[in-house]
């Protein structure tokens, strides 16, 4: 009935269930921000009622999203708060908006010659702040509630289409507890609250674990620096999450919410910019689609391609600017909602990111863009994800369903010649990564426990890394690496009250890991170890009590986990494997936040956090370039982190965040035994930003301004030398200019304003690397100028 009424443009939307039982029960609302005609056809749909939207002016009214378990009555009190508008309820299950009343001051001068005007709708700043909640917990658990770490970074449509190009940067820069390689984009490792293993890529599981909506991204590769086009926010849980999420989320999880298809609703937008970086042009743009079908189902697609511009010289061939890089990528999900709470997702990630050569220099004691090679040194990361989600509302508790599909191509290429070689020597790298994931989960509340989950998870993933040396035109095989690792677990958590304001969390999972490792030298096929599966237990435990309204404190333990890898020793007759033990950290952790509250003007936290890191595995270079694997030892990180932010007024709001870490290798293994309460690398011992916007309504133009200066202290690229080269200690500014007109608006960003040439990355290349001339400067000053409309 929904469907023929909407493709009547018919001013109700029915349901088929009675009001008095939705009106007494919490309902499952997923609304997505939009219009306000929009919001309550996706709202009618999901609770089962009619609401008149016969209003036209709906359309101009724009909401907030409404996400939660709530009554009909406060769904809708939520989704209208700001709006001038009320509603009743009314029988034949139909809801009826009317105008709230304006208020007149009793000695205002009535002018009976002039007409009463309605209300115009409020500007986008006065809309009520979204409660957050922490979707990255499984449990949708209210930031106010939950027991431990994490950070949230929203974004609007106007954020997203504005900044959505710089992918990962984005994250980097607003949230400093966030660290990276500097190798490139589609290339880099991030990693978590201090916990490092190395800087240089290899066969290991990443250190931290990152998901596109329900979809996991990666297992075994580098972040592949999605586009943040056409996402609603993006959270950060810091601290190993082994219970929730399993092997490789040692330091945490980075879990990006993309938006979903909305019911109703066919939208057009876009982004189109120009960028400079010296004299080089370079730009992006974007569309996204939103493409109801019916009145029940939806598409939204999202293309792009951004450019962006090169800055190194190189004086060996004669070439300037030669790091150009590219991204083309394109994003599709197909939605449709069934009766009795049931709905299901399909969707396509593709983007494919190409450097034309690295990004680094060779002048360690000059701020020049320059370096010397015999060749360009490419780098290409095709990235492709197939997923289906299946969610149901069960009434008592919900229920998540996903599965999907990861192809993952990487092909790495570096300028080998030795510095003695009389002939250019090349080595190229092709990696390729096939990843299937499966999770069901079901998670609900009850009245003795605020929240549960409990699932099924299954991960097969199969890396595959082939290497070549040689001379460009005679390039040989000298290696091949096959490793294929299962992954079956179950989980579960629970939160219990206690009583005044104290409650306790308790979880667990248990996980079967086999994982096969197959070597291929040139003298033919090294013996492996045949594989054995290993059985492990991740629990996790804490204690919050919110003492005052809308302040929390924690105490919490958690555990991550990764399987052993196995490594290729020798080479021809003399090659043979050896298998490492499974690494493991250990976190104990305390903190507290206030202002939780959504609309709190001053809000903030402080957390201290104490790893344990057992039996360090990381992907490493010899002196002479060449990777392979090995065991540190055991380490220790302490990290400190805070953050406040002032809503000083409506239109002007502070942010100042900081962190400390102390990482020691405190118990190296024979290899590093001279390298006892060494750093572990690309860890900064200090840092912090601090963000300022200022967002004043002009007329009806919406201005935004803002700026930011951050500082990252001190790390070290490796642990011993000739690769404990310094790196870090800079500081990075930026500004900005948004003009909001409605359906479109203006900008202009300027990244490092001060233009800054301080080393960001000591590294660039594996086979020169131990020479410690190599430096990854900041990108030289960006100016940005873009626009976005919306249809």
């Known amino acids: 009935m929904i469907s023929r009424l909407l493709l009547a443009s018919a001013p109700f939307v029915c349901a088929a269930v009675t009001l008095p039982a939705y009106a007494a029960q919490e309902i499952a609302f997923d609304v997505p921000a939009g219009p306000l005609n929009i919001a309550l056809i996706a709202l009618a749909t999901q609770a089962g009622v009619s609401i008149d939207t016969s209003d036209p002016a709906l359309r101009s009214v724009r909401v907030g999203a409404l996400k939660g378990r709530y009554t009909l009555r406060e769904g809708l009190r939520r989704l209208l708060q700001g709006t001038g508008y009320d509603f009743r309820i009314s029988r034949g299950d139909v809801v009826r908006l009317f105008r ?107 250190t931290v674990s990152q998901y596109f909506g329900e979809s996991r991204l990666t297992y075994s590769a580098p972040d592949p620096d999605l586009a943040l086009y056409d996402i609603e926010k993006v959270q950060v849980v810091e601290g190993p999450q082994g219970t929730l999420y399993g092997a490789g989320s040692l330091g945490g999880v980075i879990h990006i919410v993309p938006r979903r298809p909305a019911f109703g609703a066919f939208e057009i937008s876009g982004t189109a910019a120009v960028a400079m970086t010296g004299n080089r042009f370079g730009g992006d743009g974007a569309i996204v689609a939103n493409i109801p079908i019916g009145g029940r189902a939806a598409a939204r697609i999202v293309g792009y391609r951004i450019i962006r511009p090169g800055y190194i010289d190189d004086l060996g061939r004669g070439l300037s600017d030669v790091n150009r890089t590219s991204v083309l990528g394109v994003r599709a999900t197909f939605r449709m909602a069934f009766d009795a709470g049931l709905s299901f997702e399909a969707g396509l990630v593709s983007q494919d990111t190409g450097s034309a050569d690295g990004q680094y220099t060779d002048a360690p004691r000059s701020s020049a863009l320059t370096r010397r090679s015999f060749f360009a040194q490419p780098f290409d990361n095709d990235y492709r994800l197939g997923f289906a989600t299946v969610r149901a509302d069960l009434g008592f508790a919900s229920l998540v369903s996903n599965t999907s599909y990861t192809y993952h191509s990487i092909n790495t290429v570096f300028d080998a010649t030795a510095a003695t070689a009389q002939i250019p020597t090349l080595f190229d790298e092709d990696m390729e990564v096939r990843l299937l994931t499966h999770e069901t989960r079901i998670s609900g509340s009850t009245n003795r426990i605020s929240n549960w989950v409990s699932g099924l998870s299954i991960a097969h993933n199969v890396n595959r890394i082939d290497r070549f040396l040689g001379p460009a035109d005679a390039l040989a095989p000298i290696s091949k690496v096959r490793s294929e690792t299962l992954d079956v677990a179950v989980f579960g958590e629970a939160t219990l009250p206690l009583g005044g304001n104290v409650s306790i969390t308790g979880g667990g999972r248990l996980s079967l890991f086999v994982r096969f490792d197959d070597f291929d030298t040139a003298a033919g096929e090294a013996a492996a170890e045949p594989a054995r599966p290993l059985m492990r237990f991740l629990p996790t435990a804490a204690l919050s009590w919110k003492p005052w309204h809308g302040v929390i404190g924690y105490l919490r333990y958690q555990e991550g986990f990764r399987p052993g890898a196995q490594q290729l020793i020798g080479s021809g007759d003399q090659a043979e494997v050896t298998s490492f033990a499974p690494d493991e950290v250990r976190t104990s952790e305390v903190g507290m936040r206030f202002g939780t509250d959504a609309g709190s003007r001053l809000s903030g936290g402080l957390s201290y956090a104490y790893s344990r890191w057992d039996r360090v595995q990381a992907d490493l270079v010899t002196n002479a370039g060449f990777p392979y694997v090995a065991n540190l030892g055991s380490a220790q990180v302490r990290y400190v982190s805070a953050n406040l932010a002032w809503q000083a007024t409506s239109t002007l709001s502070l942010e100042v965040s900081a962190f400390n870490t102390t990482s020691k290798l405190d118990r190296p293994t024979p290899e590093f035994q001279g390298n006892t309460e060494a750093n572990l690398p690309n860890v900064a011992d200090s840092g912090g930003r601090l963000t300022a916007r200022f967002e004043p309504w002009i007329s009806n133009r919406k201005i935004t301004l803002d700026g930011s200066v951050g500082y990252i202290g001190t790390s070290y690229l490796g642990v011993r030398a000739p690769f404990d080269l310094s790196q870090g200690d800079y500081f990075d500014t930026a500004v900005g200019a948004r003009a909001d007109f409605g359906r479109w608006g203006l900008s202009l960003d300027i990244q490092n304003l001060m233009d800054s040439r301080a080393n960001r990355f000591s590294y660039g290349n594996p086979f020169s690397v131990a020479e410690g001339n190599q430096r990854t400067p900041l990108r030289p000053r960006t100016v940005r100028m873009g626009i976005n409309a919306r249809f």
């Open 100 to 206: 709230q009343p304006v208020r007149r001051d009793r000695g205002a001068v009535r002018d009976q010659r002039k007409p009463v005007i309605a209300p115009s709708p409020p500007p986008l700043a006065d809309l009520p702040p979204e409660e957050v909640v922490v979707t990255a917990s499984k449990q949708n658990v209210a930031r106010a509630d939950y027991p431990g770490a994490f950070h949230s970074v929203p974004f609007d449509d106007a954020q997203s289409l504005h900044s959505g190009s710089r992918g990962s940067e984005v994250l980097l820069r607003d949230l400093p507890n966030l660290a990276s390689t500097n190798l490139g984009s589609g290339r880099n490792k991030i990693f978590v609250r201090g916990i490092a293993d190395s800087s240089f890529n290899g066969q290991l599981q990443s």
